[in-house]
């Protein structure tokens, strides 16, 4: 189990056992694929997969972390955790792994102004798949961020917490993600789908009313992996943005479905087919919270199918793995 294995990683690390462990799980999305950083509207759900951080204080100012999945350890002091995040280290200094928790931790230190007296441990172990779709690096943010935020005493909220795990894969990282993975990991409840608004951060759990309809969310596994630091992120995010400014609003979020016509006029295709999928998008999720509430689960499988075609086709995001997967359960 993967708590035990921080646990243990933590002992031999310190020499001693930990003083807690903290955890946070993993999560899918339902509906609402690229559209939280449009400032649209997303539908995740946490899963039951999670990632564990045992956590104990030091008695001087460096924080130290070691991964079950990574060789090694890595550890900077607190006076380096402050202003911009040191990139200028060597690649050995902070390998991308340890970007996650050490950028967590200038992501709490920026965000709250704090002064801790002391550094402190970090042993991370994970059930939850690296690069496979699963947010595991909202996972090691979540963890992270509230096993200081306790060991600190810094007293921060949830959603505060999930927007210091943004902060650190934006800044830190360097990946140009939205907060609907952090968000989700940090608010996930069981049997329900959290309906988020990525633009005031406001939160509804939505009952999936799955056991009362006999049915099971399958999360299939294609075996392709992926990175948002590198591939067509970037690109896709651009954009976006382009399309946006195109039309003289802050974001996609601002057209709906009526829009489409007049934008056409004004960008490439490949941009216009960018954002019609998160114009679209934004409308289906708002649709699924709708049909889940007067018609049940059972009748949401049109809208998961259009979501899959748009994303194929439009934002050019899919493979034949998961067309197959989408194929196959069709």
Known sequence: MARDAAATLFTGLTGRDPEAVFSAPGRVNLIGEHTDYNDGFVMPFAIGLRTYAAVGMRTDDVVRVVSADAPG???LPLSALTGEFPRELPREAVPEWAAYPLGVAWALLRV????????ADIAIASDVPIGAGLSSSAAIEGAVATALDDLWRLGLDPVA???VGRTAENDAVGAPTGIMDQLASMLGRDGAALF???????TESVE?????AGLTILVVDTGVQHSHSTGGYRERRAACERAAAAMGVLALRDLTPGDLTALASRIDDETLRRARHVVTENQRVLDTVRTLRTEGPRAIGPLLTASHASMRDDFEISVPELDTAVDTAL
């Not at 709250?112 to 550094?119: N, Q």
């Not at 999936?208 to 009362?212: A, F, H, M």
């Open 73 to 75: 350890q890595a550890s």
């Open 112 to 119: 709250t102004g704090a002064t801790p007296a002391h550094g």
């Open 161 to 163: 917490l999930a927007q």
């Open 196 to 202: 988020l608004d990525c633009r005031t951060l406001e």
């Open 208 to 212: 999936l009313g799955l056991v009362d």
